[in-house]
């Protein structure tokens, strides 16, 4: 019975690793090509001004678009691929946990009959709030 339990935890466990691999590997690679090209640096100097007001560089877009449009792991290993302080991460990682995944969340609430323009507007306004709060805090204790 234990031998079971074990195998099957095994097995389970490298089907999880698999599956996290599957997004997380792609992407970390796809942002680490970007960092070599002119196109970072391109949407980095775009987005500036707008990450500024969360204490982000203008390459903490990625995290936040891969992490909104795929999911958490996406996101982490777009972050992962980039250069950002502990604060700079804590501040993106407080956004996303507002903000993830909202294609597929948001397929969800249709599915559960809820408005999905007050859902998206609260889960992306919490997430530019506390954004914000984080952020600023941050900067100022740095």
Not at 20 to 35: E, F, G, H, N, Q
Not at 122 to 134: D, Q, Y
Request: charged share 10%; hydrophobic share 55%.
């Amino acid at each position: 019975m234990f031998f079971t339990s074990v195998g099957e935890g095994v097995k389970k466990g490298l089907q999880t690793t698999w599956t996290l691999a599957k997004i997380v590997i792609p992407v970390y690679i796809i942002v680490t090509v970007l960092k070599y090209t002119p196109v970072l640096n391109f949407v980095a100097n775009i987005f500036r001004p707008f990450m500024k007001i969360f204490n982000l560089p203008g390459e903490a877009v990625l995290p936040l678009v891969f992490g909104n449009l795929v999911n958490l792991y996406a996101g982490t290993a777009a972050m992962g691929a980039i250069d950002l302080t502990p604060m700079q991460i804590t501040t993106i990682a407080v956004m996303l946990s507002f903000s993830h995944s909202m294609l597929v969340e948001t397929a969800v609430t249709t599915k559960l009959n809820a408005k999905v323009s007050h859902v998206v507007g609260i889960r992306v306004g919490l997430a530019i709030v506390f954004g914000i709060i984080v952020g600023q805090l941050g900067g100022a204790l740095c």
